[in-house]
């Protein structure tokens, strides 16, 4: 697949385009397609490509008469609504940038990335998150609009502009305006979630997208008009913004909207997703689900478990394409699929996926494996902001443990310390306003230095051992990855979350939080009904249950990497925290600040 495809083919493939000529030629081509759904109470409104293209070019003058032109850039903060797509797309039209900065921002940090961005307006979805903006407004010099999107009691004031106000103009000419922007002009800014420090803005152009989203195309291999799809993570994160913005805007997909990730679950079932993207926290959730659902029923739970393991040889080898099934074995895998798998499929709203994909961060090879035996081609992929989100994936030739191999026409090796670096048309131009950080990402040969350490198989496979700067260094000089320990603590029922510790200590621990729907399960089950998670996390019996697990997952490591204690934590760790980005990435500075305590007391 992947090595069949060279840069210089995708190069032809969209040569001259942005994605404004995309969108324009998709909206042209597909007006009766079904683009945008939402829900608008406990009903289900769409708009068509047709309906998009028509607001796209009445903002577009909205926003001309606001003084937006070529080269301006745009801030949106807004949750995951039809606006979006209309807004960014508008801008884009005009020549300009529009960026998303994400929701959870403190008036601090909205500073920071409006200011840094130079945006010149911004739009906003409701009074909350303007307040945000009008306490930072003197120090926003460029800043000479905010919009605002909701507004139901008049409170923003009059120098605030109504978005209807925007798109109550006659529609501009989208033909001209799809011309305005070149491929080289900067298309929007990915500001990292800065779990390292000050976030860098990751600059993508037109041709960083068409090019990325030429190749997700060549991966995915099937029509995309009218694939179903859910866009519910932050618009401000990169995978979202990929996957569903642009591959709706550029190839057809059928975007439905999500305002509330919590509630990813609901809309899965009513949207039935043929294609979705999930962090491994969306994936473990509906994994314990199931799981806690059968712990309440030992018998049925006993032989869903059964099935798992006679079916999982079967499908793991079809998966990887290592051999081909016998009728027999088909016969039998389907069989099980009938009666015990897919009843779980629709029960919780995947029963339609065709492409399933987790990323972001870690997943345990385990719990993929257990997926795809249960019939969803769940893949890992891997990719980063700086080359416009994916690098390495495989939709359908899956190898648990690894992240796939190079997307088509890029270029995946190590370095010489095992780094994995990168070479492709979605390679970032650089940071924004930062050339040394610039200089450390990219070399002088253009190659894109990720910072994980990887390893590579012989069918081009890659497998990440961890973030460079992330190995924890044993008192004892042992180098250990925390993700891997993390990932395999969390195949653990009741364990929903977990940070690995010991960095210049004599053994590895380990901070691990209660799983919410498991533990709630695990409690009715064991005569422990309504005890909240703070006291179960206290519960002698939740603690033996804990350790037992934590003791069988650990027997895969050696003796100096096996987590030998752990402090269970009876707080869940929520996106936007202090423990966690908003994608679900561990804030591991933030985990260690807040539960010094607990952490020194592992050592004491």
């Known amino acids: 697949m992947a090595d069949q495809v060279t840069k210089e083919e995708i190069d032809a493939a969209i040569q001259g385009q942005t994605v404004s000529s995309l969108f324009l030629g998709t909206t042209s081509e597909h007006p009766n397609q079904v683009a945008l759904r939402w829900k608008d109470g406990d009903d289900w409104q769409e708009m068509t490509f047709g309906e998009y293209a028509d607001q796209v070019a009445r903002a577009m003058e909205g926003l001309r008469a606001l003084g937006v032109g070529a080269g301006d850039r745009l801030a949106l903060m807004m949750r995951n609504r039809p606006e979006f797509h209309v807004a960014d797309m508008a801008a884009l039209m005009l020549g300009a940038t529009p960026y998303s900065i994400y929701n959870s921002s403190s008036p601090e940090q909205v500073e920071y990335l409006v200011g840094h961005g130079e945006a010149t307006l911004a739009i906003v979805e409701d009074v909350g998150f303007l307040e945000r903006f009008l306490k930072v ?47 080289d002009d900067l298309a929007t800014i990915i500001y990292t979630s800065g779990t390292t420090g000050p976030p860098k ?19 995915v291999d099937r029509e995309f008009v009218g694939f179903r799809s859910i866009s519910y993570l932050p618009m401000a994160h990169v995978a979202e913004r990929m996957s569903t913005h642009y591959l709706g805007a550029l190839f057809g997909e059928e975007v439905t909207t999500c305002p509330d990730p919590s509630q990813i679950a609901a809309y899965a079932g009513q949207v039935r997703p043929q294609i979705l993207f999930g962090v491994p926290r969306v994936w473990e959730k509906v994994y314990a689900g199931v799981n806690g659902a059968l712990a309440a029923d030992p018998e049925k739970g006993q ?62 090879p385990e719990m993929l494996e257990w997926f795809v035996t249960i019939g969803v081609p769940l893949s890992e992929i891997y990719g980063m902001s700086e080359n416009s989100g994916p690098l390495t994936w495989d939709p359908y030739k899956i190898k648990p443990g690894t992240v796939g191999r190079a997307i088509p026409g890029c270029t995946v090796k190590l370095a010489d310390d095992g780094e994995i670096i990168a070479k492709g048309g979605n390679v970032f131009s650089g940071y924004l306003k930062e050339d040394e950080k610039t200089a450390e990402a990219l070399d002088g040969e253009g190659w894109l230095h990720t910072g994980d350490i990887g390893e590579i198989d012989d069918e081009g496979y890659v497998k990440i051992v961890d973030r460079k700067k992330e190995l924890i260094i044993t008192a004892g000089g042992k180098n250990i990855s925390p993700a891997n320990l993390e990932a395999s ?16 200590r004599p053994f590895v621990s380990a901070l691990v939080v209660l799983d919410p729907d498991a533990a709630t399960a695990w409690a009715a089950a064991n005569g422990k009904e309504g005890t909240s998670l703070a006291d179960l996390a206290d519960d002698p019996d939740v603690k033996a ?27 869940e760790w929520l996106p936007d925290s202090e423990e966690l980005t908003p994608t679900s990435k561990l ?18």
């Open 545 to 571: 249950e804990v350790e037992r697990g934590v003791e069988e997952v650990m027997a895969d490591f050696n003796n100096a990497e096996r987590v030998k204690k752990v402090t269970i934590l009876g707080e």
């Open 303 to 364: 032989k869903f478990n059964e099935a798992v393991e006679a079916a999982k040889p079967l499908a793991l080898a079809k998966a990887t394409q290592s051999r081909e099934l016998t009728e027999d074995e088909e016969a039998t895998l389907g069989f099980l699929d009938e009666v015990a798998f897919k009843p779980v499929r629709e029960l919780v709203g995947l029963d339609a996926l065709e492409v399933a994909v987790t990323g972001a961060a870690p997943i345990v």
């Open 201 to 219: 803005g990751v600059m993508l152009s037109h041709y960083n997208i068409c090019w990325t989203a030429e190749s997700y195309r060549r991966m």
């Open 489 to 504: 603590l969390k195949m653990v029922p009741l364990i929903g979350q977990a940070c690995a510790i010991g960095d210049k």
């Open 137 to 183: 407004r003197e120090g926003l010099p460029d800043l000479a609009t905010i919009a605002i999107l909701e507004d139901p009691d008049g409170l923003a004031g009059d120098d605030v502009v109504a978005w209807s106000s925007i798109l109550d103009h006659e529609p501009g000419d989208l033909e001209a305006a799809s011309k305005v922007a070149t491929p």
């Open 587 to 604: 804030k591991r500075r933030g985990v260690h600040a807040k539960y010094a305590d607990e952490i020194e007391a592992l050592y004491s």
